[in-house]
Antibody
């Protein structure tokens, strides 16, 4: 079955960086587009970034553009999110999501990022 | 700025029918927004219910249905059950690769 396992979250000071990873299994990762979606504590969902199966198209939410970078390694079945210049408002659970073409399909369990001094 | 609107909360009696909506602060929702719906219980990851307006995700019971009602997308739950008590989120595709979620509806079954 489809499994998406995120890692790399943690506590970081404002201005710091982290690299989030998502290990995918149970489907042909290299054929699928992927997304990151986040959820601040007690708040709603926010789409963060999208990457085409072959990295030919990448899109970001305005709130993270220029600070976050989505990438993938199809040989390792792994999705990444490099998060730089972190702000307190970036504190959230970050979900890795398998895209099904104009919809979000399968969700990982998420990794928590806390930005605090 | 695009804002996707949802009812903050809703309640339904067990066995009853409820319709949650998903609108835009400016303009109408259409099938070109590819509205989809997600269910989330506290502490859990979201679960996909409906995509492309009205297509049920695999394993989702047919008492969940999606549609366009007037100028909004809608999620209808028929024969509500206790374990339907969850947060429900819609998301709309705004073009140019951009998705915007609604603020979510907290559904109470009582």
């Amino acid at each position: 079955q489809v499994q998406l396992v995120e890692s790399g979250g943690g506590v970081v000071q404002p201005g710091g960086s982290l690299r989030l990873s998502c290990a995918a299994s149970g489907f042909t990762f290299s054929n699928n587009n992927m997304d990151w979606v986040r959820q601040a504590p007690g708040k709603g969902l926010e789409w963060v970034a999208f990457i085409y199966y072959d990295e030919s198209r990448i899109f970001y939410a305005d709130s993270v553009k220029g600070r976050f970078t989505i990438s993938r390694d199809n040989s390792r079945n792994t999705l990444y999110l490099q998060v730089n210049s972190l702000r307190v408002e970036d504190t959230a659970v970050y979900y890795c999501v398998k895209d099904r073409g104009y919809a979000f399909d399968m969700w990982g369990q998420g990794t928590m990022v806390t930005v605090s001094s | 700025q695009t804002v996707v609107t949802q009812e903050p909360s809703f309640s339904v009696s067990p066995g009853g029918t409820v319709t949650l909506t998903c609108g835009l602060n400016s303009g109408s929702v259409s099938t070109s927004n590819y509205p989809s719906w997600y269910q989330q219980t506290p502490g859990q990851a979201p679960h996909t219910l409906i995509y492309s307006t009205n297509t049920r995700s695999s394993g989702v019971p047919d008492r969940f249905s999606g549609s366009i009602l007037g100028n909004k997308a809608a999620l209808t739950i028929t024969g509500a059950q206790a374990d339907d008590e969850s947060d429900y989120y819609c998301v709309l595709y705004m073009g140019s690769g951009i998705w915007v979620f609604g603020g979510g509806t907290k559904l109470t079954v009582l």
